[in-house]
């Protein structure tokens, strides 16, 4: 389960458009995506062209995911991202777990396990919220649903079809959040954010001595 939550927020973002729209259907969307574009608040597009001019960020994470049947698990750690496609998620609490990608291939680390999974592509997830993080989505590609101004709460659209409520706090992100078909509430809060991109040693990852390597799949 953690594993195919965290995939969410994790995998590369490819938009595929109609080769050959109508011309009127082109029109129409031109139209309606200005307006939208139009009506995006101020502290929302602020929020998010911070992200993308700081080329990454470092913050402490808070994951709850709240099941329909009222239960909740709830983890924490420490996030670094780096555009393009550069993560290292650290999950201290409840366990231990690491992930980590140099652009290329994803290390997943279980300490407990001595275990090492080599991990080349994502599966079976809903592909668009690193886009988001690591400040690399067009603008153009966000679209509002709707406002909560008072709340600084906002629903929006990623892409073709994505929807997450994004949440921000004093002009910064804050959370993000999700739900599934079953009613199921996924939200990352993000704190201590460091508006400044990582080193980039810190998305190597060697393998500790006598763990053991499950290889590509």
């Known amino acids: 389960m953690i594993y195919r939550l965290l995939m969410a927020l994790l995998t590369v973002l490819v938009m595929f458009l109609p080769l050959q729209p109508l011309r009127a259907q082109t029109n129409s969307s031109t139209r309606q995506n200005s307006a939208m574009q ?10 998010l062209k911070s992200l993308a001019r700081a080329g990454g960020f470092s913050a402490v994470f808070r994951q709850a995911l709240h099941f329909s049947d009222g239960s909740v698990q709830r983890y924490r750690g420490e996030v670094d991202v780096l555009t393009p496609g550069r993560f290292r998620w650290y999950y201290i609490k409840p366990f231990e777990q690491l992930f980590v ?4 291939t994803i290390w997943h680390y279980e300490p407990d396990l001595m275990q090492v999974m080599v991990l080349k592509e994502m599966r079976d997830v809903d592909p668009a919220v690193m886009k988001l993080l690591d400040g690399s989505i067009r603008m153009k590609d966000v679209h509002l649903l709707e406002a909560d101004a008072v ?3 906002y ?3 990623i892409g073709a079809g994505t929807r997450v409520w994004i949440g921000l706090h004093n002009g910064r992100l804050d959370y993000i959040e999700s739900f599934d078909v079953l009613g199921n509430r996924n939200r990352l809060t993000l704190e201590k954010m460091k508006m400044s991109a990582p080193d980039a040693g810190r998305f190597a990852f060697v393998v500790p001595e006598g763990v053991d390597v499950v290889p590509l799949r």
């Open 155 to 157: 629903y929006v659209r």
């Open 151 to 153: 709340q600084h709460r």
């Open 101 to 104: 990608s140099d652009g290329f």
């Open 38 to 47: 139009a009506n995006m608040p101020a502290e929302l597009s602020s929020a």
